[in-house]
């Protein structure tokens, strides 16, 4: 129940940490959709790989932790690329919809999530470390390691999404692609090359995210699914492929869920945040804002 | 013997499942992911109507199909805004959202443990408690749903709901209310579905949330997609593929945790590659103003 400050201070901490998480995510998976215009649900699978990834390399091989780490991180983003020239690509050629895209993306995660069970096993990996357990005081909240790096991730994967959409060949490509695909093809755009290297900076982010979750809460190869809902669930309140908007949702989402645990219990509060999705989805297919041509 | 029955049972249980969602992922193209929420709902309906005592197996049905029936209802009215993948998308949250709601309404459902100890439906005096009995009861279930597909398709109405899927301008064109039609498909799917729970329960006696979350929703849609969606055979077909696939599996001398994640691998993968060999089945062909 609502009570003393200190509690209110910690709620805020935590929430941030969901809130570092959603926007992450939601980050990834908003970005391939504005570019390629469909849902990219094997997100989350990245997420997951990226977890194991760094495990595989760090603790099954025992490289050192710097190269291990990349490594890791890497061999999982590479997962994106790859499912852009084993399947999105070959269906785009095929004239799929994007409910086969949607579809095959689904098809994909399951593929690699219980790929990833055959290989690990199916129950919870404990991989949190002393380091990153250790708690930093924010005022009277305690966050831990893991989760203050979390929070830093979003605030650093928000700036550079801004500055990469705003600035770069590649964010003016991807915004031209997203908005009308023939155009940006035919004033000499490579389109494939855009959402490829779309969907590798995606898998990077869900991947990284992957780690940083697992250091904080342990892994699992069901871990994925959740910060793929919300992170769909804050991408479609933001507006898809929004910077301003999905930060704005991925708070929203984050207080909703953990204030409103306060009244409902925790149990509930992804359900809340779901039902939230469902609602917008019903009531305004298009998001919160309709999307113009505006910079980012 | 009793195995062979056993597997027929589950058979006709996800031929009767997938026959459901073929109603609006075959016939209409409007595909969703929250099959075995329906599933799960009649389970449970079932389950509180059944706790202790047999009743009639025409009652329970009738009051799952019911209950289905109205979930569908608002769900679809909810969401008839929404196509193609927003639409998908949407049931996947509801999907969600009713698997929490397994889990934790546990007044009713018995959260994860479950609900013990469910009485068997009763046909004409008759307990359904054997697989034969059970077996008989899904298998003319399935074959009167095999039968009012068969001859929908080939009904006028049948051509309507084609019209739907390939080009609704043309049938708002003719004064036809799309809608209406999906709506109507949708909640007798989910009805459809939430019955099959009814035997479900009564058969298995123990229920937990687990057959009615979202990898049984994906192995439903698989059963539509791999045996052919729009056809009356197909999910039949797709049925008997995915349900004896792990079996199989299992014969050839796979531990069933493995067999498991493998079955699980390919049902992914057949959902790939379905969607890469047949691309234009997902997507409305090029009609009037598309």
């Given amino acids: 129940m609502p009570g003393a400050p200190v509690e209110f201070v910690q709620t805020l901490g935590d929430c941030l940490v969901s809130v570092g998480l959603y926007f992450v995510m939601g980050l990834g998976f908003g970005m391939v959709h504005r570019a390629g215009r469909f849902f990219h649900l094997a997100h989350g699978a990245v997420f997951t790989a990226g977890a194991y990834g760094v495990y595989l390399f760090v603790r099954e091989l025992r490289w050192p932790a710097w190269a291990g780490v990349p490594a890791g991180l890497l061999l999982a983003s590479l997962l994106g690329p790859a499912l852009w020239m084993a399947v999105y690509r070959p269906l785009n050629r095929r004239g799929a919809g994007p409910l086969g895209l949607m579809l095959s993306s689904l098809g994909v995660s399951i593929v690699v999530q219980h790929t990833i069970s055959l290989a690990f096993g199916d129950a919870n990996l404990q991989v949190r470390e002393p380091f990153w357990s250790e708690t930093i005081s924010f005022g009277s909240a305690l966050l831990t390691r893991a989760q203050a790096a979390m929070v830093m991730f979003g605030a650093v994967s928000c700036a550079t999404a801004a500055l990469v959409l705003r600035y770069t060949r590649l964010g003016l490509d991807l915004r031209a692609t997203g908005d009308d695909r023939a155009l940006a093809e035919t004033v000499g755009i490579d389109v494939g090359s855009v959402l490829m290297r779309t969907l590798f900076g995606a898998s990077l982010l869900a991947s990284t995210a992957g780690l940083l979750a697992a250091l904080d809460t342990d892994m699992r190869p069901t871990m994925g699914m959740q910060p793929l809902l919300l992170g769909v669930c804050a991408s479609m309140l933001g507006g898809i492929g929004e910077l301003r908007g999905l930060a704005i949702a991925a708070g929203v989402l984050g207080v909703a869920q953990h204030f409103g645990a306060w009244w409902v219990g925790i149990q509930w509060s992804e359900s809340f945040a779901l039902f939230v999705l469902f609602v917008i989805l019903a009531a305004r297919p298009q998001g919160m804002r309709t999307r113009g041509s505006r910079a980012t | ?290």
């Fill in chain 2, 1 to 290: 013997m009793s195995y062979a029955l056993h597997l027929g049972t589950v058979i006709a249980l996800y031929a009767l499942l997938a026959s459901s969602l073929n109603l609006t992922a075959g016939f209409l193209g409007l595909v969703s992911i929250c099959q075995a929420a329906f599933f799960g709902l009649g389970s449970y309906t079932a389950a509180v109507l059944l706790r202790g005592t047999a009743n009639e197996a025409a009652v329970v049905a009738a009051v799952c199909f019911v209950g289905g029936w109205t979930g569908g209802v608002a769900l679809s009215m909810a969401l008839f805004r929404l196509r193609e993948d927003y639409f998908a998308i949407a049931s996947f949250a509801f999907q969600a959202i009713a698997t929490t709601a397994f889990y934790n309404l546990r007044a009713v459902t018995g959260g994860a443990p479950g609900i013990a100890g469910i009485a068997p439906l009763r046909f004409a005096g008759l307990p359904l408690a054997s697989a034969e009995r059970s077996l008989v009861a899904l298998a003319i279930l399935g074959g009167v749903l095999w039968l009012v597909q068969r001859a929908l398709l080939r009904s006028p109405a049948g051509r309507v709901l084609a019209a739907i899927r390939e080009d609704e301008v043309s049938v708002l064109a003719v004064g036809l209310d799309p809608n209406r039609y999906r709506v109507a498909l949708f909640a007798t799917g989910a009805g459809l579905a939430s019955m099959a729970g009814a035997f479900y329960a009564s058969y298995m006696t123990f229920i937990d949330p687990t057959p009615f979350g979202f990898d049984e929703s994906i192995l439903i849609l698989c059963c539509v997609v791999l045996g052919g969606s729009g056809t009356a055979m197909g999910p039949i077909v797709g049925a008997v593929a995915l349900v004896c696939l792990p079996e199989a599996l299992r014969f050839a001398g796979f531990p069933s945790a493995v067999a498991a994640n493998i079955r699980q691998i390919v049902f992914g993968a057949a959902l790939v590659a379905i969607v890469l060999l047949r691309p234009t089945g997902f997507r409305k062909t090029a009609g009037v103003g598309s």
